[in-house]
């Protein structure tokens, strides 16, 4: 079967996923970003911003942005590199990952031009497997170096979350972890929390971060889990109120539903020899009770019990 592209009112093409269960996802060919990810119930999961801009070279504020060949400005580029503001292509070859079904899987690419070779002299081949399927959205990040000389990167996929009260949200799994603050410096702190609660502005770069992460939306009872392999390192980021007002394409009260939990190679950059390729692997899946928070009894939860 066809993949299904539309041309949305921006003329940016965009690739409808679907599956069985009724879920759906959203891909722009611009920035290779996941802008919709719906359940069977229509509920959007992911956050884009009430002022984002959907307009080349802008990057689109919300969705899934995927920032490479840097993320932070842990290198001279621009902060979160140019992937997220370049146009991929459908890929035709993604070898060696077995054929995608054209209608809950998509593969895109981006390749290095003569235009990217000025800002950053590497040649490069990036892919992304984009799969969705009940209660799960797969992204599958590849990096090939087919330049003649070695070269390194850091990368994030930067995952703008839907919350219902970011003052209700709490994420677990990242309790005694080192970070890098960026609030303050960059200086490097360790989680003393047995979870990250918000009533402000939280800029964190945790490190070596455990492969599984929750995101519990108190009030929608609803789990987020972040599964995650080959990206170490984990951003958790909300603007709260004055940064939101500061930032041109961010509503000013858009910082209430919404938060940002990355997956991220930052603190030991990725470096590949010619024709090397590095491999990610993140999942956000759905879990639709809070019990995984640790707060409520499982038996409560799932028999009812008062
Ligand atoms: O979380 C890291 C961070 O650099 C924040 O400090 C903030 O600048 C955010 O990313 C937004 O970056 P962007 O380039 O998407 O506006």
């Known amino acids: 079967m066809p993949l299904n592209i539309v041309h949305d009112a921006d003329g940016l093409s965009k690739i409808i996923l679907t599956e069985a269960g009724g879920s759906t996802a959203e891909v722009l060919l611009y920035g290779g970003q996941v802008v919709s990810w719906k359940n069977e119930r229509r509920e959007e999961l992911l956050f884009m911003s009430s002022k984002a801009i959907w307009k080349p070279p802008k990057a689109i504020r919300g969705g899934i942005p995927v920032c490479f060949p840097q993320f932070a400005n842990f290198g001279t580029l621009e902060q979160h590199g140019f992937a997220r503001n370049r146009l991929w292509s459908i890929d035709s070859s993604p070898s060696p990952l077995l054929p995608a079904n054209s209608q809950s899987c998509v593969d895109i690419i981006l390749k290095s031009t003569e235009e990217d070779l000025k800002t950053w002299p590497r040649s490069f081949e990036l892919r992304l497997r984009i799969s969705l399927s009940a209660g ?104 709260w109120d004055k940064k939101a007002k500061a930032l041109p394409d961010f509503g000013d009260e858009d910082y209430k539903s919404m938060l940002c939990v990355d997956s991220v190679i930052v603190e030991n950059p990725i470096v590949l020899k010619p024709s090397e390729e590095w491999t990610g692997r993140q999942e956000l899946s759905i879990v639709s009770s809070s019990y995984c928070s640790g707060q409520l009894d499982p038996r409560k939860v799932l028999f009812g019990l008062s």
């Open 136 to 239: 799960k959205l797969t992204l599958i990040p590849r990096v090939r170096n087919t330049d003649s000389k070695a070269f390194s990167f850091t990368f994030a996929l930067r995952n703008y979350l839907s919350v219902s009260d970011i003052s209700e949200v709490r994420v677990e799994d990242l309790e005694t972890l080192d970070y890098f603050d960026n609030l303050k410096d960059r200086e490097r702190f360790t989680e003393q929390e047995d979870a990250i609660t918000f009533d402000g502005e939280v800029d964190r770069v945790y490190l070596s971060t455990p492969t599984k992460i929750a995101i519990i939306d108190h009030e929608k009872k609803r789990t987020l889990v972040l599964r995650k392999e080959g990206l170490p390192d984990a951003v958790v980021w909300n603007p």
